[in-house]
């Protein structure tokens, strides 16, 4: 069993930066794959960035590339998504979550393991 904590949400004015992070403990004897789903009122979770176990590959969501990075520190068992140039449409609680699937993936039903979320708000 896989436990994730987000944090790092809070309010920013567009154009502003945020850096949320996402603690997971137990299940360490394996190795999952992790990423960043996001969901805004009354719209469905969708994806907005992951990344394998290891870091080699990183994946985004068209309206997020190039403004958001997914980092992991495997020796903390922390994954980050550093979010800058932010717009009011990134407003959304953001969930972390994990994956043993042997890729990643950008539908939250091949996810195993969540978190609780962490509201971010962008104001214009």
């Known amino acids: 069993q896989v436990h994730l904590v987000e944090s790092g949400g809070g309010l920013v004015q567009a154009g502003g930066s945020l850096r949320l992070s996402c603690a997971a403990s137990?299940?360490?004897?394996?190795?999952?794959?992790m990423a960043w789903f996001r969901q805004a009122p009354g719209k469905e979770r969708e994806f907005a960035a992951g990344?394998?176990?290891?870091?080699?590959?990183?994946y985004y969501a068209d309206s997020v590339k190039g403004r958001f990075t997914i980092s992991t520190d495997n020796a903390k068992n922390t994954l980050f998504l550093q979010m800058n140039r932010l717009k009011p449409e990134d407003t959304a609680v953001y969930y972390c979550?994990?994956?043993?699937?042997?890729?990643?993936?950008?539908?939250?039903?091949?996810?195993?393991?969540w978190g609780q979320g962490t509201q971010v708000t962008v104001s214009s």
């Open positions: 137990g299940g360490t004897d394996r190795r999952y794959h």
């Open positions: 990344i394998t176990w290891l870091g080699g590959s990183t």
């Open positions: 979550a994990a994956s043993r699937s042997i890729m990643v993936h950008t539908t939250a039903g091949m996810y195993d393991y």
